[in-house]
């Protein structure tokens, strides 16, 4: 929702590179050691990698041995292996309209690009690659995994400009994207606000959860949690258009209004257990790292890692 006096406007060219910019001096500062060696201590990589075929000698595993090449040259060969500490970190973010809300200083849609902007420059201190996947109400604009400071800055740049369509996000379809173009085990950011309806997406996030290693960061804004107590607000839905006014100075309709963002809150948290998934829960205000940072701390106790 939005409030009714707002006007959506189209962000020019300079207007939208100083907003990249304030992202990436934000997130730039946010990037510590600590957060680092958090991230490395977390996420290893896939552990070894096929490198070439060689001749058998005495003493090699024979549970190595590349049964084709042997058949065809008629000598024993075996598979040898590279230890492969890199990693895809492929982020999926949410552009639907319910995104460009934002009550105070920052959208939940520029919050989500500062996550993203987070994650890739420590991923990329760990010399890891960085995809990314928009989708609203269906996947859309993809950018194949990559190293480098100015694929980084596209990054930031498309999360930011990208047209707010469709009637809602579907989870669904993009998870079921992943399953099918993820071939290798990747490290997966789903970065929304999880306004979703009624749709059920469990299941995808369990089969993608099974294959990879999924963390939610879900993003919220303050007014959508709890109404503040200042008499009658005007709001409009981003996605439905409806208008509607509400009594905030009502204490029952601020209680209604809690409660229902505590129910949709314990659903996500209910649905992302059952299907193994970490949450992270990202506020429009306040430093991004911090979050991100407990939910490595959490991981790593968890794993008995340091």
């Known amino acids: 929702m939005k409030p009714a006096s707002e006007k959506k406007t189209a962000l020019l060219a300079p207007e939208l590179m100083a907003r990249v910019q ?3 001096l934000r997130t730039n500062k946010l990037v510590s050691s600590a957060l680092a060696g958090a991230y490395r201590s977390n996420f290893r990589g896939t552990g070894i990698e096929f490198e070439s075929v060689r001749p058998y000698q005495p003493g090699d595993d024979v549970r190595a041995i590349d049964w084709k090449v042997t058949a065809r040259v008629g000598d024993a060969f075996i598979k040898t292996y590279v230890e492969d500490r ?3 970190l492929q982020c999926l973010v949410d552009t639907s309209l319910s995104m460009d809300f934002g009550s105070r200083e920052k959208t939940k849609r520029e919050v989500a690009a500062e996550v993203c902007a987070l994650l890739a420059l420590v991923a990329g201190r760990n010399q890891d690659q960085v995809g990314l996947c928009l989708f609203s109400d269906q996947p859309g604009l993809h950018l194949a995994p ?3 400071q100015h694929h980084v800055l596209r990054l930031i740049r498309e999360v930011v400009a990208a047209p707010a369509e469709g009637t809602g996000s579907s989870l669904t379809a993009v998870l079921e994207h992943q399953m099918r173009h993820l071939k290798r085990r990747s490290l997966v950011l789903v970065v929304s606000d999880f306004l979703t309806g009624a749709e059920d997406w469990s299941d995808g996030m369990a089969r993608l959860a099974r294959r990879h290693d999924v963390i939610a960061v879900r993003v919220y804004d303050a007014l959508e949690e709890e109404l503040p107590a200042r008499g009658w607000i005007g709001l409009e839905e ?4 409806r208008r509607i006014d509400v009594d905030a100075h009502s204490k029952a309709v ?20 059952r299907a193994g998934v970490d949450l992270v ?3 429009t205000t306040g430093d991004v ?5 407990r939910c490595f701390a959490r991981r790593a106790a968890r794993h008995g890692r340091r």
């Open 146 to 148: 990559k190293k480098g």
């Open 22 to 24: 304030k992202i990436q």
């Open 289 to 293: 790292s911090e979050p991100i940072a």
């Open 254 to 273: 601020r209680a209604s209004w809690s409660a229902a963002a505590r129910a949709r809150r314990e659903e996500l948290v209910t649905r992302l257990r």
């Open 86 to 88: 890199t990693l895809i």
């Open 281 to 283: 829960e990202v506020a």
């Open 238 to 241: 981003l996605e439905g258009g």
